[in-house]
């Protein structure tokens, strides 16, 4: 049985000295007097390496809207600029955005990317097609539950080494020693559903954890289990046993319907479904 979507759990994964830090760390600029500012996460930059493969993982490219969460000196935000992408560099530390944007205006971006010094939880991201932070697991888990509420099916999201916890990614790899992830926002799926396949008619009940599905189908009055079940943004597949033989579906989601897609995997075509 499968729990709440955005229910939070605790998962330490990180050094003991940098923890402490992301409690207590302030940012001062002697120079301009500004007052303390305390930091959710010290800044910490990211290697050039783990950039380029965090933008390659997310697939950034020309028209696409990305939005770096805690973008530090904006590497990150400048590099997806650099691939054609708009961006959007989000930073609560008044230097780094001012380090930011000197550095946009050396690489001739400034056209494309823009740095705001704005608290992360208050920074509106429905619009983006791609997240990507470097922060730590707590705050990863403060901001899943905005992340699956409010970023539209398909969006990716690019962690630099902290996860999600028990929202497992759909991409993990290292790169020079170091976790990359990539997590692909699902289509909202839970609940009743009916399934037209030509003339059969078969009600689904759908329990549905982040991009995992499982749950009942009643076909000809015998009930029986919803297995392989996989969303990749508004893609769905899963598979039914029909007339004792399993049977593989792939559709496409669009709010309260799924259409078939002709899929690699599939083995029945032309079917439809409905909720509720």
Not at 2 to 24: E, Q, Y
Not at 36 to 63: A, C, H, I, W, Y
Not at 95 to 108: L, M, P, T
Request: net charge neutral; proline share 5%.
């Amino acid at each position: 049985m499968f729990t709440d979507l955005t229910r939070i759990s605790r998962v330490a994964l990180i050094p003991a000295a940098l923890f402490a830090l992301s409690n207590v760390a302030l940012a001062q600029d002697s120079v301009s007097g500004r007052e303390p500012v305390k930091l959710d996460v010290p800044f910490v930059p990211t290697p050039e390496s783990v950039v380029q493969r965090m933008l390659e993982l997310g697939n950034v490219k020309s028209g696409d809207y990305v939005i770096d969460l805690g973008s530090g000196d904006g590497r990150i935000a400048i590099a997806a600029a650099k691939r054609g992408a708009r961006a959007l560099g989000v930073d609560i530390d008044p230097r780094r955005i001012e380090e930011a944007n000197a550095n946009a205006a050396k690489a001739g971006v400034t056209d494309r990317v823009t740095f705001r010094r704005e608290n992360l939880f208050e920074t509106p991201i429905k619009d983006a097609n791609v997240i990507t932070m470097y922060l730590l697991t707590s705050v990863n888990h403060q901001l899943r539950p905005r992340l699956l509420e409010e970023l539209r099916p398909g969006t990716r999201i690019v962690s630099h080494a902290f996860s999600m916890g028990e929202w497992e990614p759909d991409v993990h790899e290292k790169v020079d020693n170091r976790d990359v992830y990539l997590w692909i926002i699902p289509a909202k799926v839970g609940g009743r559903w009916t399934l037209k396949d030509g003339e059969q008619a078969i009600a689904l009940d759908v329990e549905q954890e982040f991009q995992a599905i499982e749950g009942k189908a009643t076909v000809n009055g015998r009930t029986v289990p919803i297995t392989n079940g996989k969303l990749n943004g508004d893609e769905i597949v899963f598979t039914l046993e029909i007339a004792g033989k399993p049977e593989t579906y792939q559709g496409k989601v669009s709010g309260g319907k799924i259409e078939a897609v002709a899929g690699p995997v599939a083995t029945k075509r032309g079917w439809s479904a409905t909720k509720g």
